[in-house]
């Protein structure tokens, strides 16, 4: 279903495109040796490359020229062997140098695609228009002193991959599905950590309106949304901003705007710079980047399993459904959780457990799966006992709350509780006849046709046996005698 905002005059659709900065992890800075890390004192990563000292010459770092590529193979873009490093020119106090290191026309990385998946199921494709690399400026700091503003450089210089989508994007839950998917590609090839709260991922958001069939509109950019719910709050706000100043009989000015969360809206910053108002040019100090097609394969043929690739391998292999295969992908580490669990074991059962249970109480706990209470190999354990009939389904769940609070193993939790079911038949049987004779009225209805009352009886056996009778035995010896 399309995504639409009623206005006076008729239905409008929102047209977006992002552009997303993406901190590269690497040890070092794009063309220095200083720390690229974060934090740190201020100014204790800055080499006299990173100040900006007269005579110093930058020196490209490798390692970031195979992440940006690793990062265009996971977008499955085009890789470009050749590529160039141009000056972005303007005056700012972060920036020592007077110009910031950028690709303008020659990025490294070209066309694209990123698979975004909707809530009603819906697959989209957005388009992937390019990925360059560029340098981080260094931190302007306001809030320390009364009079005074003081400069850290320690991020001046780090690497970015900046991706620009196409204007593909239809609707505050697409933006919001392609940031997510994005950040999960970045962290699966541990080419970016994504951590937005950190400032290591930041989207500018470009945003135009146009009526169903219309050529695109007039857009507006706004600057440095740093989470995924703000990013979608601020399309909706600009938008609708839009649309009445398109319905007064106004018109939207291309610039660049805030989101200012608190109130709600977007403010405009400045009208839009264009390019020739930063005097790009080819940057002297370097020569064009050309990078062999041999080394591209070879990373590729490094990349580990990509989350599209992942999710469907898991619904082939295991047979399960692809919602379930979604969610068990969204992390790396939780996949390698759940496949550790399936491994010899009823992989639907397990994705069952590891979906439901074990989300459920990592949810409660405030953990991730990086910290979970109850390992692999403890979850797969009690499976275990479920398989060879030890304890049903039933007894399975009061074991897994006492794993999670004691953090014993399902074993030794059976046996001190003594939970393990009951299988002998005699026992069964003389539960069940004790339960049909306490019942006479209930068995005379079902004889005369009300077959619900089963669930019932299962039920009243299952109560007199403490839950730890086998389900199984007990409905083959119910349907015996009724
Ligand atoms: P700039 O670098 O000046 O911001 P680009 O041409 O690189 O300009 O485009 C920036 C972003 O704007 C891209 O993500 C693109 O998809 C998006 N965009 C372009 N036209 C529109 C439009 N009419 N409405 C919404 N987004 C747009
Ligand atoms: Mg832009």
């Known amino acids: 279903m399309s995504y639409t905002l009623e206005g006076r005059t008729g239905t409008w659709e929102i047209v977006v495109g992002l552009e997303v900065h993406a901190q590269v992890i690497s040890h070092s800075k794009l063309f220095s040796g200083a720390s690229a890390s974060y934090g740190g004192e201020p100014n204790t990563h800055v080499s006299l490359v990173d100040a900006g000292f007269p005579g110093m010459l930058p020196v490209l770092n490798h390692e970031c020229v195979a992440q940006a590529i690793r990062t265009g ?38 066309e694209g695609t990123v698979e975004i998946e909707l809530s ?56 919001g599905a392609y940031l997510r998917k994005l950040r999960q590609i970045l962290r699966y090839l541990g080419t970016c950590d994504g951590n937005m709260e950190e400032g290591s991922m930041r989207a500018d958001v470009n945003v135009s309106v146009r009526k169903a069939g219309e050529p695109f509109r007039t857009r507006c950019e706004i600057k440095n949304v740093n989470s995924i719910r703000y990013v979608m709050h601020a399309i909706e706000v600009e938008a609708t901003r839009q649309i009445e100043v398109w319905e007064d009989g106004g018109e939207v000015d291309q610039e660049t705007r805030l989101f200012d969360p608190s109130r709600n809206e977007t403010r405009s910053l400045r009208s839009k710079e264009d390019a020739h108002d930063y005097r790009y040019f080819p940057d002297p100090d370097l020569l064009p980047l050309v990078v062999e097609q041999a080394w591209v394969d070879e990373l590729e043929r490094e990349l580990p399993e990509l989350p599209d690739d992942k999710r469907d391998r898991f619904i082939r292999q295991y047979g399960i459904p692809r919602y379930d295969a979604s969610v068990l992908v969204a992390e790396q580490a939780i996949a390698d959780y759940y496949e550790e669990v399936a491994k010899g074991r009823d992989a639907r059962l397990a994705a069952n457990w590891v979906t439901g249970d074990l989300f459920g109480a990592l ?67 003389a539960a069940v006849a004790d339960v049909l004779a306490r019942n006479a009225d209930k068995v005379e209805e079902y004889r005369g046709g009300k077959d619900r009352l089963f669930g019932f009886f299962v039920g009243q056996v299952m109560k007199a046996m403490a839950g730890k009778a086998n389900p199984a035995i007990v409905n083959e010896a119910l349907k015996k005698v009724l």
Do not use: C, W
């Open 363 to 429: 949810n409660r706990t405030g953990r991730s799966i990086q910290d979970t209470p109850i390992s692999a190999q403890a979850l797969g354990g009690m499976l275990d006992l479920m398989a060879d009939g030890t304890i049903n389904g039933k007894i399975a769940k009061e074991v897994f709350e006492d794993m999670l609070e004691t953090g014993d193993s399902a074993a030794d939790i059976v046996e001190r509780k003594g939970l393990k079911q009951v299988t002998d038949t005699g026992a069964i049987d």
């Open 73 to 110: 193979l996971g977008l499955r873009a085009r890789i470009n062997l050749e590529s160039r490093f141009d000056r972005k020119n303007y005056f700012y106090a972060d920036l020592p140098t007077g110009y910031q290191i950028s690709q303008f026309t020659h990025p490294i990385v070209g």
């Open 120 to 175: 009603d199921g819906t697959v989209r494709h957005i388009g992937i228009t390019r990925l360059h690399m560029e340098q981080d400026a260094g931190k302007s700091m306001h809030d320390q002193d009364p009079t005074r503003s003081f400069i850290d450089l320690n991020r001046a210089g780090v690497a970015l991959m900046e991706i620009v989508s196409e204007p593909d994007i239809r609707s505050p839950e697409e933006a």
